[in-house]
C-alpha cells in the first residue's frame, strides 16, 4: 500500500459517493486473520523430514545436532509459511480463507459502523492482501437491491486485481460507481456520513486509521 495507492482507492471512494447515495468505507489488510495451522504443518514436516535424515543418513550426527537439527527446520518452516505468501496460499484452500475474511469483515463492519447511516446504503470493501480475497459487506439498501451472485462477482472481480496493486483495486472499484449510482441515485441533501480515507494496517502491525472528508 503506497501513497499512491491509498490516494486511488479514496478518489475511487469519492467517484462512488459523487454518483450515488452509498457511504462507502474501504479496510486494507495484510492479512485477515493469524491462523497457524499451516505454520505447525510445515515446521512439523520440515522437522520430521530433517530428523529422519539426521538418524538415517551415512552421516553420523552427533546427539546435539540431531535435537538442533530438525528444531531449526521447524522453525525456518513456520517462518517461510509466514513470510512467503503464495505458500501460505497454497496450504490454505480458497473456502477456508474466504471464510476467515468473511467473520473478519463482519466485525469490521460493526467496528466502523458501516451499518449506521441514515438511508442504511454502507458499504464495506474489505480487502485482505495475504488472502487474496476481498470481501464486500453492504447494509439494508444495499442488499436489498443487488443479488447476493452480483456482490459475489464484484469481490472476484476486485480480489483479482490486488496482485497488480492498490491503483488496479481502486480503478475496477472506480467502476462501481454506475451501477450503484443507478440503484442508488445521489441526493442533493446526501451527508458524507464515514470517513472516505482508507484505513490500513501494515504488516509491522502498526495502525493506521486516517479519517478525512470530501
Known amino acids: 500500500?503506497?501513497?499512491?495507492?491509498?490516494?486511488?482507492?479514496?478518489?475511487?471512494v469519492e467517484t462512488i459517493e459523487r454518483a450515488s447515495s452509498a457511504e462507502i468505507v474501504v479496510a486494507v489488510r495484510p492479512r485477515a486473520q493469524r491462523w497457524y495451522a499451516p505454520h505447525a504443518a510445515v515446521g512439523l514436516t520440515c522437522a520430521l523430514a530433517l530428523l529422519l535424515y539426521t538418524l538415517y543418513s551415512p552421516i553420523e550426527?552427533?546427539?546435539?545436532?540431531?535435537?538442533?537439527?530438525?528444531?531449526?527446520?521447524?522453525?525456518?518452516?513456520?517462518?517461510?509459511v509466514e513470510t512467503v505468501a503464495p505458500l501460505y496460499r497454497f496450504i490454505a484452500p480458497l473456502a477456508l480463507r474466504r471464510d476467515h475474511v468473511r467473520v473478519a469483515?463482519?466485525?469490521?463492519?460493526?467496528?466502523?459502523?458501516?451499518?449506521?447511516t441514515q438511508r442504511r446504503g454502507g458499504i464495506l470493501v474489505y480487502i485482505a492482501v495475504r488472502e487474496r480475497?476481498?470481501?464486500?459487506?453492504?447494509?439494508?439498501?444495499?442488499?436489498?437491491?443487488?443479488?447476493?451472485?452480483?456482490?459475489a462477482r464484484w469481490q472476484d472481480e476486485l480480489a483479482a486485481q490486488i496482485p497488480h496493486g492498490?491503483?488496479?483495486?481502486?480503478?475496477?472499484?472506480?467502476?462501481?460507481?454506475?451501477?450503484?449510482?443507478?440503484?442508488?441515485?445521489?441526493?442533493?441533501?446526501?451527508?458524507n456520513e464515514l470517513p472516505d480515507a482508507i484505513a490500513t494496517i501494515r504488516p509491522r502491525g502498526l495502525r493506521l486509521l486516517h479519517r478525512g472528508s470530501r
Not at 3 to 11: D, F, M, T
Not at 70 to 76: E, F, K, R
Not at 107 to 116: I, K, L, N, T, W
Open 1 to 12: 500500500m503506497s501513497g499512491a495507492g491509498e490516494r486511488a482507492l479514496q478518489e475511487a
Open 61 to 80: 550426527f552427533t546427539i546435539e545436532l540431531i535435537w538442533a537439527m530438525p528444531l531449526l527446520a521447524g522453525v525456518i518452516g513456520a517462518v517461510l
Open 105 to 116: 469483515a463482519r466485525a469490521e463492519f460493526v467496528a466502523r459502523q458501516v451499518h449506521a
Open 133 to 151: 480475497v476481498v470481501e464486500l459487506i453492504g447494509d439494508i439498501a444495499i442488499t436489498r437491491r443487488f443479488a447476493p451472485e452480483v456482490l
Open 166 to 191: 492498490a491503483e488496479a483495486v481502486a480503478q475496477r472499484l472506480a467502476g462501481l460507481a454506475e451501477p450503484l449510482g443507478q440503484a442508488l441515485p445521489h441526493h442533493a441533501d446526501d451527508l
